[in-house]
């Protein structure tokens, strides 16, 4: 079993940065996909950024691509999304998800685990 934790979700105004994270444990060295989703009242769950974990390659959604950057920290292991000039529409719940190997990173029905959430809300 793997089990993930975020942190970091909290109330910023537009123009704005910070850092989510997520902490994983019970997994074992193979190769993960891990990416992180968000979902908005009445919205549907949608992707944001992923990366491949032992080889670094990563995917962004277009709406935050120049502004957010997801790396890794191989010793926690931890993956973090660092989310720079933010908009009032990138207010929503935060998920971060992980599954073993080389699956599709922007689909959400691809990912085995899923941590609780962090609410980030932008203020303009």
């Known amino acids: 079993q793997v089990q993930l934790v975020e942190s970091g979700g909290k109330l910023v105004q537009a123009g704005g940065s910070l850092r989510l994270s997520c902490a994983a444990s019970?997994?074992?060295?193979?190769?993960?996909?891990m990416g992180w989703f968000r979902q908005a009242p009445g919205k549907e769950r949608e992707f944001v950024a992923a990366?491949?974990?032992?080889?670094?390659?990563?995917y962004y959604a277009d709406s935050v691509k120049g502004r957010f950057t997801i790396s890794r920290d191989n010793g926690k292991p931890t993956v973090y999304l660092q989310m720079n000039n933010v908009k009032p529409e990138d207010t929503a719940v935060y998920y971060c998800?992980?599954?073993?190997?080389?699956?599709?990173?922007?689909?959400?029905?691809?990912?085995?685990?899923w941590g609780q959430g962090t609410q980030v809300t932008v203020s303009s």
């Open positions: 990366i491949r974990w032992s080889i670094g390659n990563t």
């Open positions: 019970g997994r074992t060295f193979s190769t993960y996909t």
């Open positions: 998800a992980a599954n073993q190997g080389y699956v599709d990173p922007t689909n959400r029905y691809a990912y085995a685990y």
